[in-house]
């Protein structure tokens, strides 16, 4: 109807409407196609956002593993994101915290069933009074191991004793540890 309206006026020839009636032609089309594009657009954020989140692992009803962090982003893919502080404890069997964790942020891969921590990651074994500090860790929930590829630095602070290694492997609860490409300073008192 639009059209059959414009048409008429150019039929008319009135030379003040004709060029005004080209420009609100073009301003509708334009209009119209910018609309089109707006409505494809894929959402890509994340698809829930949780506050104070407490997250806890147990095995036979006994707690091992305890991670709380401010806010939790889930997205589409079932990657969850932890942008803020992570601290995560480490229970023997008995209930007693016997390692703490730290790091600036992390993330949970879903297809990988791996929580990644990153950014100052600080891990405290209590009994033994050892550090290791590293950028980045890997724990496993499935083979309940900790892991990293990652340059990382353990220092005791009883014995003054330092390890560096490049990689690692341990138990969740960091009782064993095999260092790869390990170097280090130890004391040794013998014969």
Avoid: H
């Avoid at 502080?85 to 229970?91: D, V």
């Amino acid at each position: 109807m639009l059209i059959k309206t414009v048409m008429t006026v150019f039929t008319r020839g009135d030379k003040f409407l004709s060029p005004f009636c080209m420009v609100l032609l073009a301003v509708l089309f334009v209009a119209c196609e910018g609309k089109k594009t707006k409505e494809g657009a894929v959402y890509t954020g994340p698809i829930e956002i949780v506050n104070n989140v407490e997250i806890k692992y147990s095995e036979q009803g006994n707690i091992k593993v305890w991670m709380k962090t401010p806010r939790s982003f889930r997205y589409q893919n079932e990657t969850k994101v932890f942008p803020d502080t992570i601290n995560i404890s480490f229970y023997d069997s008995l209930g007693t915290v016997v390692t703490r964790l730290r790091s600036d942020s992390g993330r949970y891969d879903q297809n990988a069933d791996v929580y990644i921590v990153k950014g100052n990651v600080r891990v405290v074994k209590s009994e033994t009074q050892e550090t290791l500090t590293t950028s980045e860790l890997n724990w496993s929930p499935r083979t309940r191991k900790v892991f990293t590829e990652k340059p990382l630095a353990v220092r005791n602070t009883r014995t003054s004793e330092i390890t560096n290694a490049i990689g690692m492997d341990a138990e969740q609860d960091f009782t064993r540890i095999k260092f790869r490409k390990a170097t280090g300073i130890y004391k040794f008192t013998g014969p």
